[in-house]
Structure formats: structure tokens, C-alpha cells
């Protein structure tokens, strides 16, 4: 699944395109696509046609663009999700499922296009809220405008991310100190800090040297605010090579793969020796999936009995 590095690359790409677009039309291929769009609140296609687009934000893995009305179009990318900038009249994708027709005032017009293999992605329009904090919602290339204070619906339950301006650090270590769960089962709450999948969360363990079960409320402040560095670190790094790309799920709007796939140090990389100490890499089950870790430098260790 796209996290927070591929989400905010296709953010970063789309942006300059759609900003101050108008949707001129909208085609559904695929309703399965729309699974998250409240029919309730009206027809998709209805909705968008002839707003403006004033920017595209990014909070965790989530994707929007806000829109005249205060409504906002939110895309989820699921699984293996696309949203792609085609120039008009290019044939369509086999799995073409959404697209849209805007017109740019410098650009003139152009398509985006949702694709998406295994429909586990989406596209919806929905409402937005204020933030409980005022701040800006999420990432963007403007802060400043009207729309920057408000959240999708859907997205108002979603943690900010540990690279958003307005994350805040200490409220991170106090949920930390009261949860009894391993720390990457924390890391991967959406709720709490957002954007961070199986494959950043492997990294940052194996950067912080903590074993992916230790207890959450068993770190000491020290080891805390190294795990949040080293999560920084790691998304910074692979939002600097494009994001992770396995294979052609993942693309950035010009359809281009990431490269930091062969940066990894620990996710994927079970069976090769530690670039730290040698011992040979492990990969073990974990909540469906799997956990990649060094043995040596990640060891399990007894809770205090004191805690912090």
C-alpha cells in the first residue's frame, strides 16, 4: 500500500497541474471506485462538474483537492491506486476507473486519470470540517488559503503525520507512555501519527534499534524521541527518491516508479547480513503480514517494572 512518501509525491506532482483548474467533465468506469463517496449528498459526476480545484493536500495517506462549495474530491490510493496526468486524447489505461476533464488557465486542458488494480482505492466528494486546532489540515504548496483550515470528513479522524508543521511531539511521547501494545502496532494507528506503513515502520525500528513488539509505554524519553527522529529520517530519505516502488502499482503522476526500494535496510531484506553487524536479517509474522528486523541489534527485551 502507498504510504505517506508516494501519497505526498503524487501530491507534489499533481499540484501545479490542477491548482486553479475548472472540472470540465467526469467520467465513472468504474462504480466499485466510488465506494467511499456518500450517494446521500449527491450524484459524483454532479458534484464536480464546473467547480475550480484550489489546491492538492495531503494528510497521511490520505489525498485531496479542495474545491469551490467547501466541498473537497478525496482520493484514497488503497492498495494500488493511480491518480495520473494524461495529456487529452491518450488511450486510456486497461484499468482505468475515473477521469476526469480539466481545464487549466495556463495549461489548458488535460485529463486526470484514477486507475486502480485491485479497487481497493477510491475517489468521493465530501464535506469539509474546521480543524480542531486551526491549523493548516495538511501538506500543501499554500497554507495561506481560505480552504487551508479545513479537512475532509473523512480525513478529520486521521492523526497528522510526523513531517506536518503541526504534529505535536509531546502529545506523541505522553500516548506513547500509556500504551501497552508493541511499537509497531503504535506506529501503524492511524489515529495517532499518520502516513506510516509496514515498510517506514521496519525502517525506523531497525533505525532506533527497537524490536517491532517492545511494549510502547516501555521506552524511556531517549529512545522515544530517536524513534520519532529516526521516522523522519526514514519518510524525508524516501521522499527524496521518488518513494518505494516494487512494481508497476506504484507510480508518480507521469506514471514514473520511486527508487528507495533500494535503499532499504531491513524491509525485504531477510536472509542478507546486517549492514550494522552482520547477523543475518529476519523477516517474522506479524498481524497478517511480516516484520523485518535484525535480531541482534533489535532484541526483545523485559519491560521495567518502573515505567517512564
Known amino acids: 500500500m502507498p504510504e505517506l512518501p508516494e501519497v505526498e509525491v503524487v501530491r507534489a506532482g499533481l499540484a501545479p497541474a490542477v491548482t486553479g483548474s475548472r472540472i470540465l467533465g467526469v467520467e465513472v468506469f468504474d462504480e466499485r471506485s466510488l465506494r467511499r463517496h456518500d450517494r446521500g449528498s449527491g450524484d459524483f459526476s454532479a458534484l464536480l462538474q464546473g467547480r475550480r480545484i484550489f489546491a492538492a493536500v495531503r494528510r497521511g ?92 470528513s473523512q480525513v478529520a479522524h486521521i492523526g497528522r503525520d510526523p513531517l506536518d508543521p503541526g504534529f505535536d511531539d509531546e502529545a506523541f511521547h ?29 525502517e525506523s525500528l531497525f533505525m532506533a534499534g527497537l524490536h517491532y513488539d517492545q511494549p510502547a509505554d516501555s521506552l524511556g524519553r531517549a529512545e522515544a524521541e530517536a524513534l520519532l527522529e529516526a521516522v523522519r529520517t526514514v519518510l524525508q530519505k524516501a521522499l527524496a527518491e521518488g518513494g518505494t516502488s516494487f512494481d ?35 523477516r517474522e509474522s506479524f498481524m497478517n503480514r511480516g516484520s523485518h528486523l535484525c535480531p541482534a541489534c533489535q532484541p526483545l527485551r523485559p519491560a521495567p517494572s518502573v515505567r517512564r
Not at 74 to 86: I, T
Not at 179 to 198: E, F, H, P
Open 61 to 152: 495517506k490520505f489525498l485531496w483537492m479542495p474545491l469551490e462549495g467547501d466541498l473537497a474530491l478525496v482520493a484514497h490510493l488503497g492498495m494500488s491506486g493511480q491518480v495520473l496526468l494524461r495529456t487529452p486524447g491518450e488511450p486510456a489505461e486497461r484499468l482505468l476507473r475515473i477521469r476526469l476533464q480539466l481545464e487549466h488557465p495556463e495549461h489548458g486542458e488535460l485529463w486526470l486519470h484514477f486507475v486502480d488494480q485491485r479497487i481497493f482505492g477510491s475517489m468521493a466528494v465530501d464535506r469539509m470540517l474546521p480543524t480542531p486546532d486551526g491549523l493548516p489540515a495538511g501538506h500543501s504548496g499554500d497554507v495561506s488559503g481560505p480552504w487551508s483550515g479545513f479537512v475532509p
Open 174 to 202: 505522553q500516548a506513547l507512555s500509556r500504551r501497552r501494545s508493541g511499537i509497531k502496532r503504535v506506529l501503524l494507528d492511524q489515529t495517532l501519527a499518520s502516513g506510516i506503513g509496514n515498510i517506514y515502520a521496519d
Open 248 to 282: 508497476a502499482q506504484y507510480v508518480n503522476v507521469n506514471g514514473q516508479a520511486g527508487y528507495f526500494a533500494h535503499s532499504l535496510l531491513a524491509y525485504g531484506q531477510q536472509g542478507k547480513p546486517c549492514p550494522r553487524c552482520g547477523t543475518t536479517l529476519v
